[in-house]
């Protein structure tokens, strides 16, 4: 069964900071893995999609990294601002639907 | 439509009372779930459409839970004899297939049973 983590449960940074949010699995065998922020009250945004071939997708100021073999995903946050606060997920996809496993998030404060 | 929509975004109902939740996927998304977040919780998997296939209800609680979805567009969740332990954020995802795609999620209905 895949277990999905995600440490720390919470972050606050100075604005301006970079930053790297942590993302580990246990099983090695995945389609993808995809980064989501959710902001409170509200539903997910996607940010990167991550396929099992691929080592990275960027997107502004998000860097996303995915090294299977040690089941570890980063999202790494350039230049951090207040917006950026939110929880964020990843979503393992193990084959499927019903595969997709999440993680509980990181909440994310960017002091101003 | 250009992204998921859902509604109601916030509904209160009484405990004991039926509630209907909707969902409208993104034109063209196959693939339709449903997820429950409880608070300070991950995303709970409910039910899953494909297409016209039957639908996976496999990580529906209750019997008091059921969806359908017509003319694989459109979803509705129903909730009946709603409970306390029912209120929670419950969020619809589509995607182009079953398969290596990515999940768009809708804003949530946040349900609240008093």
């Known amino acids: 069964k895949q277990e999905v983590t995600q440490i720390p449960a919470a972050l606050s940074v100075p604005e301006g900071e970079n930053l790297v949010l942590n993302c580990s699995f246990t099983?090695?065998?995945?389609?993808?893995l995809q980064w989501f922020r959710q902001d409170p009250g509200k539903g997910l945004t996607s940010l990167l999609l991550?396929?099992?071939?691929?080592r990275e997708q960027t997107s502004g100021r998000l860097n996303a990294s995915l090294d299977k073999s040690s089941g570890r995903s980063t999202l790494y946050i350039a230049a951090s601002q207040p917006g950026d606060s939110a929880t964020y997920l990843c979503?393992?996809?193990?084959?499927?639907?019903?595969?997709?496993?999440f993680g509980t998030g990181t909440k994310l404060q960017v002091i101003p | 439509g250009a992204g998921v929509s859902q509604s109601p975004s916030n509904k209160v109902t009484e405990k004991g009372k039926d509630v209907e939740l909707r969902c409208d996927p993104i034109s063209g998304h196959t693939a339709l779930y449903w997820y429950r977040q409880s608070l300070g919780q991950g995303l709970e998997f409910l039910i899953y459409f494909q297409g016209n296939s039957a639908p996976d209800k496999s990580g529906l609680p209750s019997d008091r839970f059921s969806a359908e979805r017509t003319g694989g567009s459109v979803s509705t969740l129903t909730i009946q004899r709603t409970q306390q332990e029912d209120s929670a954020v419950y969020l619809c995802?589509?995607?182009?297939?079953?398969?290596?795609?990515?999940?768009?999620f809708g804003s949530g209905t946040r349900l609240t049973v008093v």
């Open positions: 099983d090695s065998a995945i389609y993808n």
């Open positions: 991550i396929q099992s071939s691929q």
């Open positions: 995802a589509s995607s182009r297939d079953r398969g290596p795609y990515g999940y768009t």
């Open positions: 979503a393992v996809n193990s084959g499927g639907y019903q595969k997709v496993t």
